[in-house]
């Protein structure tokens, strides 16, 4: 696909299976939006600061 031997990229694309769905709103009544995650970055890592940063 790319570099001085590229070819046409159609020749390895896949279809792309789409589906659409028309719910009966009655479906839903209650939801709501997921609350955002308490996420605080890093997942938990903490990087050690170099010798010469301390």
């Known amino acids: ?14 279809p792309l299976g789409v589906e659409i769905y028309d719910l009966d709103t009655s479906l839903l009544e ?6 955002r995650a308490a996420y605080h970055g890093l997942h938990g890592l903490q990087i050690a600061k170099a010798d010469w940063g301390k």
């Open 30 to 35: 209650g939801w709501q939006s997921p609350e």
């Open 1 to 14: 696909m790319w570099g001085p031997d590229a070819q046409d990229p159609l020749s390895v694309c896949r």
